[in-house]
């Protein structure tokens, strides 16, 4: 899929028919880990369409839908608060990963308060990690 993402004439479309077939194939849904890094790859194609996050209202809509989306689908199924984005599995080093990708979704769509919610969540299986509390600092300039 990343490969199709990079060829100028695939179109967009058929990237997300792609996913939508991939992600119903019942192995990759069992398998938390792959799923984790399948979405992972996944939203950043569709962050990379968004060239102007001020302008291109329609793409980061978008975006901020397929990463509620991922997160439900590699979530526990209980959420940790009323939004989406906290059902997301973060302890795993791939789910880590994706809670950073999802921060900084959200930094760039100008939602702090919702970045910080995932960092939040994200301390509670990753509060022990010293590269949690760096990027955690980092974000926070």
């Known amino acids: 899929m990343r490969y199709l993402a990079q060829v100028d ?30 979405y992972f790859a996944w939203i950043t194609i569709c962050k990379l369409r968004v060239s102007d996050w001020d302008e291109q209202i329609e793409d980061v809509g978008f975006l901020e839908t397929e990463l509620d989306e991922c997160l439900d ?10 939004t989406q984005i906290n059902r997301v599995v973060l302890d ?3 789910g880590y990963l994706l809670g ?14 919702q970045a910080r919610e ?12 010293c590269d949690y509390w760096l990027d955690r600092m980092a974000w926070e300039k």
């Open 9 to 38: 004439s695939y179109p967009f479309e058929d990237l997300v028919a792609l996913k939508e077939k991939a992600t119903s194939i019942p192995w990759l849904s069992a398998q938390s880990t792959e799923l984790v890094k399948f």
């Open 73 to 82: 689908k590699t979530g526990s199924g209980t959420p940790l608060c009323a």
């Open 92 to 94: 795993c080093p791939d």
């Open 100 to 113: 950073k990708l999802a921060v900084h979704v959200k930094t760039l769509a100008n939602d702090p308060e």
């Open 118 to 129: 995932i960092w939040d969540t994200m301390s509670k299986s990753n509060g022990t990690r």
